[in-house]
Each structure stands twice: as C-alpha cells, then as structure tokens.
C-alpha cells in the first residue's frame, strides 16, 4: 500500500475557504467570528450556558424577573379561587385581597410562613403544597447556578491591543504582549500561535504554526512579550507590510494555563490582522525595579517606539 502523503497544512477546524477580503476567524474577543443558522429553535436552546455565561447583571435581573413572575402567578390563583380560602386576610378591596395573596405565596415559595395567613379547604392546600415544592426546586437551581457561575474558571488574559514587527536579535521578529492583570497566580503557562493565511491564486486559507522564543513560562507574575523570530523557516520570511494585507494574514493566538485560585485549567484567545500590525516598533520596558519591588505598568502594554528593522 503506498505510503500515504503527509498534509502540509495545519488544519485548525476553522474552515480553509474564504473568499472575502479581511476575512477574521477569531474576535479581538477570543470568540469565534462563525455563526450557525437554520438550526432548529429546540435543538440550539441551552439555558444552563445561558445562565452561567450571561452578565451577572442580566443574571439577577433574571432571577428577580422569575421569582415575582411565579409569585403573580400564583396570587391570580389564589384569587380565582377566592382568598376566602386563606385565613387570616383582612384586605377589603380587591386589590388589597390580591396584594395579600402575593405575599402569603412569596411566604410559601420561600417555605418561611409567619403564621397569620394560612390555606383553608383542599384547592388552596393543593395549590400551596405544589408552589412550596416548585419553591424548593427554584432555589435549589438558583443555588446551583450560582455555584456554577463563581466557581467556572474565567482568565482575563490583557493582550496589547497591536503588535509589531520589531529587530530581534541579528534578523526581526513578530512580537505581542500580555499580562493577567488580576491576582490570581497562573502556572505552567503555555500558548501557540499560529497564522492564517490565502493561498496564491486561490481562495482557500493555509494555516501554520509559528515557532516561538519560548512558547512555556512556569510562571506569570509579569509582563510578557511573545516573540516569533522570523528567519528562514518562518512563512513571515521575505515578506513586507503590503504582502501581509495583500495574504489577509490572521495571526491567532491560544493560550492555556494552571489557575492556583480554582484549580483548574483557564484557557484565553485573541488574534491579530494586519491592521493590528504596526512596522519597525519595538515595546518599551514596562517594569522597572525600585525599593527591592518589580513594578509593572499595565497602561504601557500597549506603548512602543521606533526602531529600525534589520537587513
């Protein structure tokens, strides 16, 4: 059988075709530039990833909404059923009446029960026995998404909104930076890059690995400046600014790393167009040393210089 032909290419899952001109696969964001259509309502609907993924303020807003939505509920039934068959109400008008039996049912939901309000006669029973279950269910679920909410590891890696072709050492070099601004110590840090690009007469996409200085840091209090050197063996070698629009290039970054705080593994993304790119600029120093500290200035993740390229 003959030897089966080792693909060139790397393929990423993100799709070699595209035909359009500042074509991003991955947002600045880290989320996906690829939205799925014609699926059916049923079989998109995931509430649980809504709800752990959601802002916290459309969360609790959520959960206000729900919770005086079941409690209305329930007070219209207990005023079609008549609030005589609560004892202890001593509202006159209808909407006084109405206003007891919405609170006797937040009561209820909440299993709390002061006393002076209680069901009378099986139907009120009934409905109370099944809104003190559904009250139990709620809370518990409640409970559960907070839970999901706080302990789902989130990174909030700052990646230097451009980078730059900068000298590196005798030839150039590609270079972002990043930092994790929080107080949170992340361990055995590792990330790729990787580069897309069109093919020649062509409209599909090549994707490549780029090799970096060091792709792996044990630890990441700092600052750090990701660099690929662009010498012979690299698919940025030889090529000028208007090659990399003229190639669309996307240069996606993926990076992975220990959380001490969760325990768990925290993962982050960004990329780069090259718009994003900025030519013979180097990063200025962002940390400086004084009374035996090293003081990191996030503001300068951004702030470069002029420097002159290499030959």
Do not use: C
């Amino acid at each position: 059988m003959a030897k089966q032909k080792k693909e060139k290419f790397n393929d990423f899952g993100l799709g070699e075709k595209s035909s359009s001109e500042g074509f991003r696969a991955l947002n600045k964001d880290g989320s996906f530039n690829i939205e799925k259509v014609n699926i059916p309502f049923f079989e998109r609907l995931n509430f649980f990833h809504a709800l752990v993924t959601m802002k916290w303020s459309h969360f609790f807003v959520f959960i206000l909404i729900g919770y005086f939505a079941v409690n209305l509920l329930f007070a219209s039934i207990y005023s079609i059923i008549g609030v005589d068959n609560l004892t202890g109400t001593k509202g006159m008008t209808t909407f006084e009446q109405f206003m007891e039996a919405f609170f006797f049912s937040a009561q209820t939901i909440t299993t709390l029960g002061y006393g002076r309000v209680a069901p009378l006669g099986l139907p009120a029973n009934i409905v109370a026995a099944t809104e003190s279950l559904l009250g139990l269910l709620f809370f518990a679920l409640a409970t559960g998404l907070l839970y999901g909410r706080f302990s789902k590891p989130v990174s909030k890696i700052k990646y230097s909104s451009k980078a730059v072709i900068a000298p590196y050492q005798d030839i150039n070099g590609f270079m972002f930076r990043l930092i994790n601004p929080q107080k949170n110590e992340l361990l055995d840090v590792e990330i790729n890059v990787s580069v897309s690009m069109k093919r020649k007469h062509s409209e599909l996409r090549d994707f490549h690995i780029l090799d970096l200085e060091r792709n792996t840091v044990r630890f990441f209090p700092s600052m750090w400046t990701i660099v690929h050197p662009i010498d012979k063996s690299s698919p940025l070698y030889g090529l000028d600014k208007a090659a990399f629009h003229r190639k669309d290039f996307e240069f996606i970054a993926m990076l992975r790393a220990f959380d001490e705080s969760s325990g768990q593994m925290v993962y982050s993304r960004s990329s780069y167009k090259p718009e994003e790119i900025e030519w013979e600029q180097k990063f200025v120093y962002a940390a400086k040393r004084t009374n035996g500290k090293t003081l990191v200035d996030v503001s300068k993740i951004d702030k470069s210089e002029a420097a002159k390229l290499n030959s």
